[in-house]
């Protein structure tokens, strides 16, 4: 291996039924490097990853990594820890009901000589490894007191505790806010410092040129190419990733009239849930796209579960389509013409053992009801057209969702809804954690939407996302609507908006 090199894969191969989800793949990392693995949805990124770390039995090419002679194949994740390659996921993976220390040490405890587990001399050890990397915690304190943020760096600790010269960082700043994502960058520049070299996923562009030194970009399961940050602007980046050379996001363009003469959609008067929304009015016109702007915790989402029923709304009043109506439940709500994509898309989305056909047509099956089957020659007829339509990615409507990209698997919750044909759409983060391309692409299918004629509710992280998209945005904070914004629609106007809460 190169001098200052910790991990090499040559000529990376690898193919899933009817997909080659690799096709000669190289990747280099070096010592005390943050190396993005960049891509869209369906690159080959997590393939990589996996192969990496023994979850994937690839059937070309070599990995080599410092300290181990020739090449290595790990056949789990626990022979790649044995060679230091650790990752962290987006999903901790660690216990929430155990202590700090117990998951630092979780299956490693060290033992008294009477061979119990020594407690004193885990918690002492776990209260320096913190110390180390400069992470503020009761290392005695159930793990599930601590916010994401925090989890996610325990996990990191204790990779790094293992000896791990490859830290894997896999999407971990997708549910995380501002400050929290510089505590972590914090600390993976200590790790950096200490020579650790971390692999990092993301669909942030703009933490890529904050925090990385490299960019690796895949391509439909293929190798583009290896870049110093500072000889890829971004939009060669994009058009790295995508193929081509675009900037396909100005190309969205909303509609700009005065929705207040259209027909009112959804009214909402007073709703509210115990412990969670405050009493809130909401208008939505015929054709408007409506966004919910605020932090992290602020509300969005609990807003939108209220009117949609997921949790039942204790006080106020709802109309739909001008006629007063009792959602209790989200059945009432589907029922009254509306569709809700949730933001947990893999808790509350896909069912991960049906087929990218059933999971399509498992919304509008609901909705019939049991004594109304849809025949198989509908279901084809349906699953085709919205695979279509929404652009998904699938060696075929009968492979099973979970073997698609997090974005196509998003598209296929989308195509879900759509095949309901809703009046009221409410896409809660439709775009998280997907990348540039499947972005626009569904940017673009929520204007189209609302050209012919439907309703949205759109909760987006991203303020630049929601300004090219919704022609109005409320304001929340503290499970309080606190403001709404039509005339300033500006990225100054949103976060004064967010910040101060002033209409």
Known sequence: MEENVVLTARGISMTFPGVKALDNVDFTLRKGEIHALMGENGAGKSTL???????????????????????????????????????????????????????????????TKLHTIDRKSYNKRSMKIMEDLGI????????????????????????????CKVLILDEPTS?????????????????????????????????VYAVCDRITV???????????????????????????????????????????????????????HAGTIKPFDLNIHKGEVVGIGGLLGSGRSELARCIYGADKAQTGTLAVAGQQVKINQPIDAMNKGMGMLPDDRKAEGIIADLSVRENIILALQAKRGMFKQLSRAQQEEIADRYIDLVKIKTASKDTLIKQLSGGNQQ???????????????????????????????????????????????????EIEEMLRTCNRMVIMRDGQKVGEIDHDLSQEGVMKAIAGGES
Not at 77 to 90: E, L, P, R, W
Not at 139 to 156: D, F, G
Not at 238 to 255: H, P, T
Not at 415 to 428: C, K, V
């Open 175 to 207: 549910s995380l806010d501002d400050e929290e994502v510089e505590k972590l960058f914090s600390l993976m520049r200590k790790l950096k410092e200490k020579g650790v070299g971390i692999i990092f996923v993301t669909h942030f562009l703009e933490q």
């Open 49 to 111: 990853i996996k192969c990496l770390t023994g979850i994937n039995d690839f059937e070309a090419g070599e990995i080599r990594v410092e300290g181990v002679d020739g090449p290595v194949k790990n056949r789990s994740t626990k022979d790649a820890q044995n060679i230091g390659i650790s990752t962290v996921y987006q999903e901790v993976n660690l216990c929430p009901n155990l202590s700090v220390a117990e998951n630092l040490f979780i299956g490693r405890e060290p033992l």
């Open 411 to 461: 598209k296929v919750i989308l195509a879900r809804w759509l095949a309901t044909d809703p009046d009221f759409l409410i896409l809660d983060e439709p775009t998280r954690g997907i990348d540039v391309g499947t972005k626009s692409e569904i940017q673009k299918l929520i204007v189209k939407l609302a050209g012919e004629g439907k309703s949205v509710l759109f909760i987006s992280s």
């Open 218 to 272: 895949l391509r439909n399961g293929a190798f583009v190419g290896e870049f110093p940050i500072a000889e890829l602007p971004r939009v060669k980046l994009v058009a790295a990733m995508m193929g081509k050379d675009l900037d396909d996001l100005a190309e969205i363009q909303k509609e700009q009239k005065d929705y207040s003469k259209e027909p009112m959609e959804i009214e909402a008067k007073g709703l509210s």
């Open 136 to 163: 503020s915690v009761d290392v005695t304190q159930n793990l599930e007191n601590y916010s994401l943020a925090i989890q996610q760096m325990v996990a990191i600790a204790r990779a790094v505790d293992m000896d």
